[in-house]
T-cell receptor, first 113, second 111 residues
Framework: NAGVMQNPRHLVRRRGQEARLRCSPM?????VYWYRQLPEEGLKFMVYLQKENIIDESGMPKERFSAEFPKEGPSILRIQQVVRGDSAAYFC???????????FGPGTRLLVL | QKEVEQDPGPLSVPEGAIVSLNCTYS??????FMWYRQYSRKGPELLMYTYSSGNKEDGRFTAQVDKSSKYISLFIRDSQPSDSATYLC???????????FGQGTRLTINP
């Protein structure tokens, strides 16, 4: 039973480029969460999605960041015009329903040069 | 002031020692409390999940929640070198899905 999958595991972008991070939830899970972990800091909530719906985006920066979870395919976290401050580990978690245990993926480490 | 405070350490103890990890929080609405373990360059792995106040034990791990003091603890008995990791406390309010994490405590168990 595969866990939460994220790809790529490592992503290098130059300032101004776009970054696309993908998350495939565990089988049977329809709720996805994105968190960001800056160096030497804990995880910070970004967004909570169900299939085709954004439920809570209170942690998303107002500009350049967007997320989706289409009916088919993985959830995508998109960062436009990346800046050095976007360098971080981005973790995706999933749960079968809302309010249940969140299982985390291995993360995508984004480095902006 | 952060909603959840956790001493980042590092904390270094000898193998076999009892380890105590703690978090304090300011939001009295938190009802669900979790401890995650994160190995270097890996994703967080759930260790313990507790609702409201009280104790919960699972093998060598015991989680305690004291809502009156807004204080949670994780105890590790008979610590092993494989327990060396960063331990993150997390919590959430009823009805909300987002987890609020502490900074994490880096723990090293020395053989």
């Amino acid at each position: 039973n595969a866990g939460v999958m994220q790809n790529p595991r490592h992503l290098v972008r130059r300032r101004g480029q776009e970054a696309r991070l993908r998350c495939s939830p565990m089988k049977g899970h329809s709720h996805v969460y994105w968190y960001r972990q800056l160096p030497e800091e804990g995880l910070k909530f970004m967004v909570y999605l169900q299939k085709e719906n954004i439920i809570d985006e209170s942690g998303m920066p107002k500009e350049r960041f967007s997320a989706e979870f289409p009916k088919e395919g993985p959830s995508i976290l998109r960062i436009q015009q990346v800046v050095r401050g976007d360098s971080a580990a981005y973790f995706c978690a999933s749960s079968p329903t809302g309010g249940e245990t969140q299982y985390f993926g291995p993360g995508t480490r984004l480095l902006v040069l | 002031q952060k909603e959840v405070e956790q001493d980042p350490g590092p904390l270094s103890v000898p193998e076999g020692a009892i380890v105590s990890l703690n978090c304090t929080y300011s939001n009295s609405a938190f009802q669900y409390f979790m401890w995650y373990r994160q190995y270097s360059r890996k994703g967080p792995e759930l260790l313990m999940y507790t609702y409201s106040s009280g104790n919960k034990e699972d093998g060598r791990f015991t989680a305690q929640v004291d809502k009156s003091s807004k204080y949670i603890s994780l105890f590790i008995r008979d610590s092993q070198p494989s327990d060396s990791a960063t331990y993150l406390c997390a919590m959430r309010v009823q009805g909300a899905q987002k987890l609020v994490f502490g900074q994490g405590t880096r723990l090293t168990i020395n053989p």
